[in-house]
């Protein structure tokens, strides 16, 4: 094999089929051949197949005869061609991107890269960029050991071509087309595989308030109607009780059944919209109105300041699921429910000398306390229920009272 020597021309230009590397460098990620899939899904397999475009002026002079022993110079070009398309589609698969497969294919792409740029010099130096970009596919080179290896790439490249009879603009072109090529191509996979694994978070995270939604309609739900229709049951008892001895009481509970009917309706499209926020002063007067009906003597008692709004709204819900509990399954006589807030902390207790809620497992029992308790995590706060001594059962739920909100509800 045999260098072939270059010949200036008065523009800078390399005569006789060689080359000049002076102003070129590479941008892997400008490849137009996939912009459609560099755009939509970033690059793929195909997106760096043109850059074996690169390779023409070696086969030129294979097909000029200005290449030493031209069939060894086309079976190292068919090697090389061959063993970089095999790095590239072996880093594109999902399968083999992650195993060795790709680097055991780099490494014979940088035997034969190191053989046929010494064995002909010239156009074959252009090899090395192509080489480096194929070294920015492989995922097992991401980070430092990329970077190890493209500067040694790059050294190792420029020195060559210095030596194999190059001057120093070329020397240097060739150095910094290798680092480049490699260093942009890994860099655009990167940013391209970040990307896919926010929009996979986004999905997720999507996914995810949608399980939250369903869930809190399908606890506002569970919260309204039992109470609702705790009520009208407990107030149709009491209709049928009075009817035939006071008329005009059973026609007073008639009328509540009505109100309470449609304040249903209006809270369940509040529910469905998201919007609903429940007041403690209702739900407590509600309260007062379903034990009295039920024929459970009702005991309410507040302290402290006034409640912040969603504070009110949360032990609202909680009033609201231990009063219907204490009437549908307690078979207690007396119930009390006590609101107490300080500068910091609010408390209610509602206790009832029933047997509680029975058959229900779990700390929580049934799933109304359980939607109870998720509420009242949410917002920083607890819920117990349990026993209360040999006879009756109590809930206590807590939640903290920031200061500025308890000095809003105060002015309020």
Not at 140 to 163: F, H, N
Not at 183 to 207: C, G, K, N, P, W
Not at 399 to 405: A, D, H, K, Q, S
Request: glycine share 14%.
């Amino acid at each position: 094999m045999r260098n072939t020597k270059r010949r200036r021309t008065a523009g800078g230009r390399s005569g006789g089929g060689e080359w000049s590397c002076r102003s070129w460098s590479p941008d892997p990620a400008g490849a137009t051949a996939a912009g459609d899939a560099v755009r939509s899904k970033g690059p793929g397999r195909y997106t760096f197949l043109p850059w074996l475009l690169m390779g023409l002026g070696a086969f030129s002079n294979i097909i000029q005869g200005r290449s030493g022993n031209p069939w060894l110079a086309g079976a190292g070009l068919l090697a090389f061609n061959s063993l970089y398309i095999s790095v590239v589609f072996f880093s594109f698969n999902p399968r083999l991107r992650d195993s060795r497969y790709p680097l055991y294919a780099l490494g014979a792409l940088t035997a034969v890269t190191y053989a046929i740029a010494l064995g002909f010099g010239g156009n074959w130096f252009l090899f090395f960029p192509l080489l480096s970009l194929a070294s920015g596919t492989v995922r097992k080179l991401r980070g430092r050991k990329l970077a190890l290896w493209l500067v040694t790439l790059s050294g190792s490249a420029g020195y060559l071509t210095g030596w194999h009879g190059g001057d120093p603009g070329d020397s240097f072109g060739i150095g910094y087309g290798t680092f480049l090529s490699g260093m942009v191509t890994a860099t655009v996979l990167s940013l391209f595989d970040t990307i896919r694994e926010l929009d996979a978070t986004r999905q997720e995270l999507a996914h995810s308030a949608v399980e939250k939604e369903r869930l809190r309609f399908s606890r506002d739900l569970h919260d309204l109607l039992g109470h609702t229709l705790s009520v009208v049951v407990v107030k149709a008892e009491a209709v049928r009780r009075l009817a035939p001895r006071d008329l005009d009481a059973a026609l007073v509970q008639v009328t509540d059944i009505e109100a309470v009917g449609r304040q249903a309706l209006t809270e369940i499209r509040e529910a469905v919209s998201g919007y609903r926020e429940g007041s403690l002063t209702t739900e407590l007067d509600r309260a007062r109105s379903m034990l009295e009906a039920a024929g459970i003597d009702p005991v309410v008692r507040q302290s402290g300041p006034p409640l912040p709004p969603q504070t009110g709204a949360l032990l609202g819900w909680v009033v609201r699921e231990g009063v219907t509990n204490t009437v549908r399954h307690s078979g207690a006589t007396r119930c009390e429910i006590e609101v107490r807030g300080d500068a910091d902390r609010a408390r209610l207790t509602v206790t009832d000398d029933g047997r509680g809620p029975a058959g229900t497992p779990g700390p929580y029992g049934g799933s109304g306390l359980k939607g109870l308790a998720e509420r009242l995590a949410a917002a920083g706060g607890t819920l117990e229920a349990g026993p209360d001594g040999r006879r009756g059962f109590r809930l206590i739920a807590e939640l903290p009272v920031e200061e500025g909100e308890m000095g809003e509800a105060a002015e309020a």
